[in-house]
Structures are given as C-alpha cells and as structure tokens.
C-alpha cells in the first residue's frame, strides 16, 4: 500500500463571538460540498503562520492576523488509492478585513455565533479544530 504525508494550515477566524465557516466547491474532488474552516497545504519550505494567512487570503479574499495557536491535529486520509498521513497545524485568527471573496460560485460562507456551532453539521475533524483553536474552548461541549 503506497503512503504519503502532507503538512496543513487551519484559519479559525473569529469576529465577534462568531467564526467563519466556508462551504466547499461542490466541484472538488476531495471533500466536495463540505463545510469547514480554511485551510490547505504548505508549500515546501513554507511555516505553518505564512500557510495560514496565504490560504485565508486565496480561499476567502481576507487578510487575517493570528492572535493563538490552536495546536496540531492528525488525520488519515485516502487519496487516489493512496494512504495520506495529515498533519494540520491550527491558528486562532482575527480578520483585517470582513469583505469575503469565495474563488468558486457554488461555494458559500456564513459567519456562526460559537454558541451555535454544535448544530451547524460540521464534521468532527472540522468541529474538533475550531474546538481546540478558540480561546477557553468554548465552543460547545467537549467530546
């Protein structure tokens, strides 16, 4: 069985008790239609804080500051027949700008109070990382 790593970013963005969340293309190939926080790979030679930022601005159009370090999570993924070892680095963030530019057409944000965030539909892995990224982990009961 073949094997890879890759090595993520993650934007909880926090504005005012609420964090963004972005819904993905229904167009891509991994994950299609699915709701979360941005993110996405390093480049090679690039720190997770520059990836962070780099992938906000490219998958929102927002420019962001990170104010917290929500740690580091592990996950397994399959990826054309192959086993994929993530590592996701993840980073508390507060935007610079609120006007947010999707690059797709099919994609939507919405901005949900932390109070709400257990009922939106999220994924664990989603949940989990805003979970561990927000200040006092306040958002919603812990698993």
Not at 5 to 14: D, K, S
Not at 53 to 81: D, H, P
């Amino acid at each position: 069985m073949r094997t890879g790593r890759n090595r993520l970013a993650a934007a909880v963005v926090l504005h005012e008790g609420r964090v963004l969340l972005v819904r993905r293309s229904y167009r891509e190939r991994f994950l299609p239609g699915v709701w979360g926080v941005p993110s996405g790979k390093l480049e090679p030679g690039e720190l997770p804080e520059d990836a962070v930022l780099r992938e906000l601005k490219e998958e929102t159009g927002l420019s962001g500051e990170i104010i917290g370090t929500g740690g580091e999570r592990t996950f397994i993924s399959q990826w054309n027949g192959v086993t994929v070892e993530n590592r996701q680095r993840n980073f508390l963030i507060r935007p610079l700008s609120l006007a947010v530019a999707l690059p797709e057409p099919d994609q939507e944000y919405r901005w949900v109070p932390v109070e709400e965030l257990d009922g939106f539909g999220l994924d664990d892995h989603n949940l989990g990382t805003i979970r561990q990224s927000l200040p006092h982990r306040t958002a919603g009961p812990r698993a």
